[in-house]
């Protein structure tokens, strides 16, 4: 074990206040009143089948999980972004002003440049069933078809746990398609699993469009069987599927989430589903449904890329000469660039995307000694491939880890740099360890393909050579203390948490007495 796991245990980042009494989450308990209170609420209020679904889908420790804390963001901001990037759709959220705020305001934070309906709401409209008459309003008032083809209608926490019902609402209204889903943070566990959430909601409603006769045609067709990817990439990953796919005969076809409606046609329309990212169950399903197999992993490394074009090929039926031929062609040609780019030292790899997996086969790939694989997302069957290849080689998986864990895993194998979310990052950066923020610089790079080899090597090398500079820093820093003792100080203060607590629990009464009157 390294020296630094002499570090002392880090704890919960959570405020010890006496517990909260139960209350319905259309009274003063509101969107702080607490995962179980919500959760019971919103069964009590009839939407018991949907988060018993959310339950099958997106599985979690009943004690752990990384929305528990919580330490992601809030789940809602995965379909927000799906929503608010494909064209002729408009997004209309239900919820608490706060949290609109915040989704709205991250939203645009990435670009999105794209307006956000938003319908509001009181106490009084919550309990009444108002809210519910205020958002078929607002929806009928935007159905315009000459501006969009959906309506994404999604109610965050307290509409759901107060059973406000979007079911009820029209499945068209103008022709506009209206599709309305919960995303509660009490249900859903990581964004990245909210982006599967609206992305089933739209191939279930697709499918049943093309049960029921022709729909519209795409803008281009291949006039070879597709491959849809399941999963958001790097732009590069796709045209390089495509190459990699073209020996075989085949094509690769939409990337889910789409960008456009009738895309979904298309994705529908495959010869196979290749889940790229594995977390997309509720998708999945609807893939299954409409016949088509799906296959796990992805083309990355050598190894990565021999195997899933060995299942493409056995999936699809393709001869064994032609997929013996592709493999040797491309594999060989990745094992080159990866010599190419070697990447020597230990890292430890952590994120929320779902690719986190993938990235250490890269890695691993690369030379790289990556002891330790930390996602937020849930196990699945299509994950199985790469956990198998990684745990062959000694490397610990841990599904649904929480930032406890992954500061854990740094602490204990003491790496060369460490790839994390951001409160991992700060907190490698303060024990001058080289660190990487995984969605930013590791997530947005080609993973797939001749392509992908290499990729990662100068990020990565890069970072790591920056371990003199910051031991100079940390040198220059010492002594300057930590936490509330943080400065220089003549007399140094001292800690008072019992005030803490008094004044938290203050807080805490006067915000409930504030929600309690509504807004």
Not at 143 to 150: F, L, Q
Not at 241 to 248: H, M, T, V
Not at 251 to 276: F, K, M, N
Not at 318 to 344: C, E, Q, Y
Request: proline fraction near 7%; glycine fraction near 10%; aromatic fraction near 6%.
């Amino acid at each position: 074990m390294n020296e630094l796991a002499a570090s002392t245990d880090r704890r919960p980042d959570r405020l010890d206040l006496a517990p909260v009494e139960p209350e319905s989450a259309g009274s003063t308990g509101g969107c702080h009143a607490g995962a179980n209170t919500m959760r019971e609420a919103a069964r009590s209020a009839g939407n018991s089948e949907i988060l018993n679904r959310y339950a099958a889908d997106y599985p979690v420790e009943p004690t752990q999980g990384p929305h528990d804390q919580p330490q992601s963001m809030c789940p809602a901001f995965g379909s927000l972004r799906v929503g608010l990037r494909m064209r002729r759709t408009a997004t209309v959220l239900s919820g608490s002003a706060c949290c609109v705020y915040g989704l709205t305001f991250t939203s645009h934070f990435y670009g999105a440049r794209r307006t956000v309906g938003y319908v509001p709401f009181s106490s009084e409209t919550l309990v009444t069933g108002k809210l519910f008459e205020d958002i078929k309003e607002a929806v009928e008032g935007l159905a315009d078809p000459e501006k969009y083809d959906t309506i994404i209608v999604t109610n965050l926490c307290v509409p759901t746990a107060s059973g406000v019902p979007l079911r009820l609402l029209k499945d068209e209204i103008n022709g506009v398609r209206i599709i309305g889903i919960d995303v509660p943070g009490f249900g859903i566990p990581t964004h990245a699993e909210a982006k599967d959430v609206l992305a089933g909601a739209m191939l279930a409603y697709a499918r049943k469009e093309v049960e029921a006769g022709p729909v519209a045609a795409p803008k281009t067709r291949s006039d070879r069987p597709t491959v849809t990817l399941l999963g958001e990439m790097f732009p590069v990953d796709p045209v390089g599927i495509g190459q990699l796919l073209e020996p075989l005969g085949l094509a690769a076809g939409p990337v889910v989430p789409t960008r456009e409606w009738r895309e979904l046609y298309s994705a529908l329309d495959c010869a196979v589903v290749a889940a790229i990212h594995p977390f997309y169950t509720a998708s999945v399903r609807e893939f299954e449904h409409a016949g088509r197999p799906v296959i796990g992993s992805a083309p990355v490394g050598a190894d990565g890329t021999a195997a899933w074009l060995e299942a493409i090929g056995e999936t699809c039926g393709i001869a064994r000469d032609k997929v013996d031929a592709a493999k040797d062609r491309f594999v060989a040609a990745i094992r080159g660039a990866l010599a190419a780019n070697p990447v020597t030292g230990r890292i430890t790899v952590s994120g929320y995307e779902g690719s986190e997996l993938l990235v250490a086969r890269l890695l691993v790939e690369s030379g790289a000694d990556v002891p330790y694989v930390g996602t937020a997302c849930p196990r699945t069957r299509w994950s199985d491939p790469d956990r198998e290849w990684l745990e062959a080689r000694g490397v610990r998986i841990q599904y649904r880890a929480s930032l406890e864990q992954d500061i854990a895993a740094v602490e204990e194998y003491g790496p060369d740099l460490a790839i994390g979310t951001t409160p991992v990052v700060q907190h490698a950066k303060q024990r001058a360890i080289p660190s990487l923020y995984f969605t930013n610089l590791i997530s947005a790079r080609p993973l797939m393909g001749p392509a992908g080899a290499g990729s990662l090597a100068q990020v990565v090398n890069t970072a790591m050579a920056n371990k003199a500079r910051m031991d100079r820093m940390s040198a220059f820093f010492e002594g300057v203390g930590t936490d509330h003792r943080t400065g220089i100080w003549e007399d140094t203060p001292q800690d008072r948490p019992l005030f803490k607590k008094k004044y938290a629990a203050l807080n805490e009464a006067a915000r409930k007495a504030a929600e309690a009157v509504g807004s």
